[in-house]
């Protein structure tokens, strides 16, 4: 969608209790009040008393009401008889996401280079890095680039500095291969927010040099996971994943290499789901609506 388009684009996410007539009292609602729905995805985890997930885009030029007062009165015709979590998402607002870092660079310059070209609607009003290695790419995307180093004396301080940087200037966080582990007192202040870049096929090959468990192991797939950071290490609700077939006769290098591929495209498709409002959190898994 070019960015001239979003101004007039609104999204509507819902999680509630499955039963007859949510499609029909939601999109009737819209159209008495002007809007015109122009994408609608549904999903029921079961027929017989499960949830109903929607996510909806409506076009809101020709709206009778102001949409503070559209909300209102969508909350009480029909949000509360439905028993209904729901949110309405203004593609003009732009999500405001921080880009965390170490040293590799791939995915990093993937987020930057996707949004230099429009690809993915979000603004970066800012990078940390606890290295400063790559405060000339930022520079090169004139991107403020803050170096915070982080040793195990001064872990807590730090990540003060990155919240006092962080408060009311950003909606969310990409880890862009940042190679810190962040506490459960700075995951609080972002739930479903911080999307982390995991360089294997999560469950399989956790923790450190996956591509050479994978070397030793002879696998003859690896891949890449975008979740959500929780207090769980690597365990968060998964966003997205993929994978590239390999044989016996690729070393750790050209394994790596491939890895790093895979997760620059994850992480990006990751985060254009999250940024236009695709993603509802279930528990521990996600409802992704499609990008196609």
């Known amino acids: 969608m070019k960015l001239a388009d979003r101004s007039t684009v609104a999204r509507l996410l819902i999680t509630c209790p499955d039963r007859p007539g949510i499609i029909a009292q939601v999109t009737t609602f819209l159209k008495d009040h002007g809007a015109n729905i122009t994408d609608l995805d549904q999903h029921s985890s079961d027929p017989e008393n499960g949830s109903f997930f929607m996510r909806l885009e409506f076009q ?42 170490s040293k590799y660079d791939h995915a990093f310059l993937e987020v930057l280079w996707r949004w230099s070209r429009q690809e993915l609607p979000i603004t970066i009003p800012f990078i940390i890095s606890n290295h400063p290695d790559l405060k000339g790419a930022a520079e090169h995307f004139k991107v403020p680039f803050h170096h915070i180093p982080v040793t195990a004396n001064t872990k807590s301080q730090a990540e003060e500095q ?41 469950p399989a090959f956790v923790g450190a040099n996956p591509y050479q468990q994978a070397y030793d192991k002879g696998v003859k797939l690896i891949g890449a996971t975008a979740h959500y950071v929780t207090k769980d290490l690597d365990m968060g609700p998964i966003i997205a994943q993929d994978v590239v077939r390999v044989n016996h006769r690729l070393n750790v290098e050209e394994l790596r290499e491939l890895g790093q591929y895979v997760e620059r495209t994850v992480l990006a498709r990751a985060i254009k789901s ?19």
């Open 274 to 292: 999250h940024v236009e409002d695709r993603i509802i959190v279930d528990g521990n898994k996600t409802v992704v609506f499609s990008l196609d």
């Open 60 to 101: 809101t030029p020709h709206l009778d009401i102001s949409s503070k007062t559209l909300e209102e009165k969508f909350g009480n015709e029909v949000g509360t008889p439905f028993n209904m979590d729901w949110q309405i998402h203004y593609a003009a607002n732009l999500k405001r996401m921080a880009l965390f870092v």
């Open 162 to 202: 990155m919240l006092a940087l962080c408060e009311n200037k950003v909606d969310g966080i990409i880890l862009a291969r940042y190679m810190q582990i962040l506490s459960d007192k700075f995951i609080q202040h972002y739930p479903s927010k911080i999307i982390n870049i995991h360089h294997s096929f999560l």
